[in-house]
């Protein structure tokens, strides 16, 4: 290809004037923030020049023998299951939607999945916290699992038919859902949490197994969402519904895909977390769905739709693990914590408006 | 005859008690390119809406080569070769030009997927650049998503879909209102591209230069009726007198009757 080949009309387009990928302001916001916590690390009297990233142990352990691999292990396993939750969220915020029922979906196919997901003997006793009789134990993974992702394609069906079909507005429809889910979670068990899980349902959230869902996860959305069909018609329908419906888009139909798809997304959290923390709790999830929309509008998302992409989610999920892990590590209290997420969500947002009013 | 690509027979809309549009019959041949004027609320729109089924007509017919139609919405009316620009554009502004080309009828691979199914960015951006190579539009960078483009170039794309797209029947629904001088010229220039290649279209408009400028025929309507059907290229008709058609100073004898009430 040569140099101009994407002007047309005798137009020419200098490459060099590009403007760069919003993804890389938020890159360097995270470069920024990891070297403030860096300062403050060496700075801080209490610290006695701790290193925030690094591996001041002088430990030869491969090559990321440099870093402080432990940290970033930790880091990436804090946001890892609310990150797959706002891989969902991202999907249906470029459609121009919200769903704020994910965090109590979380809690609630936790209970469901994991009722079918507990062994019949704990210690050679029956299992304390047994929800079914014996036939619903020591079943094969697939079969919570199934069931699960099932539970949470019919919440996300039913959102989508709501909002697609009865033209309910994303943030009631969800804000309904949120409250049913929530219901579901407590009703499910009576309020008692489910434990005990088989070893295969205790193998998908262990160790750095909720790391490995949510790259793989985000691998694959990012490749759908930039290169398929599914992809282009969701950031159109977001962009333009009436001209997405206009070039013969079935937009319904698309839109109850984007909310099946984000909410198989939660549920498979659900499953994520309850076999992570070996018990499932009708309380579980709490703020999930919100910190879920902070990370992908601090990945620089647009709420009326049409852009916003997984890589940018997925930095935003890193922006608030690393403030999170910053705040522990300068051994601040979690009240402060909060305080400085919330400050960056609205900063994130009010510079990419800067940035979008500059820019034209 | 077979080569009337269009004919209307007594195209009648009501919305409640208005009467938008009455009795309208509208012959339009291949390769022809004829203008609708009237002032606001004349029915111009309507009668486009009509054939493009964005709505459905009150009563009457419409052929559309040479058989009978009922286009039940506007992918309907496009899928039978009606390409329409309409007055509010229909583009999605994050995308980029050839995505918005080929919003709806992407070219892709690996179908078996299904809705996951690949694109084929490659043969959509080489396909985009002949269609626009067409159209004489100036682009810098067709990359670019269309938000970033002026009001003349995301018409052009709007327009460029039905040079991309080899149709049947080009309709453009006051194509140039928002537009500045050289931006209406492009316009103009992709009309003009058009004719050249025989391709038949239907332009509303109000500019009466653009429309002695570029058409064969124009038909005039005022509340919702046709009063005149003025051959422009072989009659001695002036701007004067479509003017006193616009207004109803004149109405053609054959429409008298009508006009009558």
Known sequence: MTDNSDGIGGLTFDKSKRTWPNEMNIFLALVIIVVIFEILGQLLPHMRGQSFLFDTKDRFDGMFGLFNVARLQIIILQVAIIGIIALGVTQVIITAGIDLSSGPLVAATAMVAMSFGQTELVNGNPNPKALFGTWAMDLPVIVPVVIGLSF????????????????????????????????????????????????????????????????????????????????????????????????????????????????????????????????????????????????????????????????????????????????????????????????????????????????? | MSDIILETKGLTKHYGGVHALNDANVVLRDGEHIAVMGDNGAGKSTFVRQITGVEQRTSGQIFFGGKEVNFAGPIDAREAGIETVFQTLALADELNVPDNLFLGREITRFDWLGPFRFLDYKAMHEATMAGLEKTAVKIPNVKNSIRNMSGGQRQCVAIARTATFASKLTIMDEPTAALGVQETAQVENIIRTLKAQGQPLILVSHNMRQVFDLVDRVIVFRRGRICADLDIKNEDVSGEDVVAYITGAKTQPQFEDENAA
Not at chain 1, 191 to 208: E, K, L, Q
């Open chain 1, 152 to 360: 949470g394609a019919m919440i996300g069906a039913i959102n989508g038919t709501f909002i697609a079909y009865l033209r309910i507005p994303p943030f009631i429809a969800t804000l309904g859902m949120f409250l049913i889910c929530r219901g579901i979670a407590l009703w499910w068990s009576s309020g008692n949490p489910i434990s005990f899980p088989t070893d295969s349902y205790a193998f998908i959230g262990s160790g750095m197994m909720p790391v490995v869902w949510f790259i793989l996860l985000a691998v694959l959305f990012h490749i759908i969402m930039t290169r398929t069909l599914y992809g282009k018609h969701t950031y159109a329908i977001g962009s333009n519904e009436d001209a997405a419906r206009m070039s013969g888009i079935n937009v319904r139909r698309h839109k109850i895909t984007v909310y099946m798809i984000a909410s198989m997304l939660a549920a498979f959290a659900g499953i994520v977390l309850s076999s992570k923390a070996s018990t499932a709790q009708a309380g579980m999830g709490e703020f999930y769905e919100l910190f879920a929309i902070a990370m992908a509008v601090i990945g620089g998302i647009s709420l009326t739709g049409g852009r916003g992409s997984i890589i940018g989610t997925v930095l935003g999920a890193m922006v608030l693990g690393v403030i999170r892990s910053g705040f522990t590590f300068i051994k601040l209290d979690g009240s402060y914590q909060l305080m400085a997420m919330g400050s960056i969500i609205i900063a994130a947002v009010v510079l990419d408006q800067y940035r979008q009013k500059s820019r034209t």
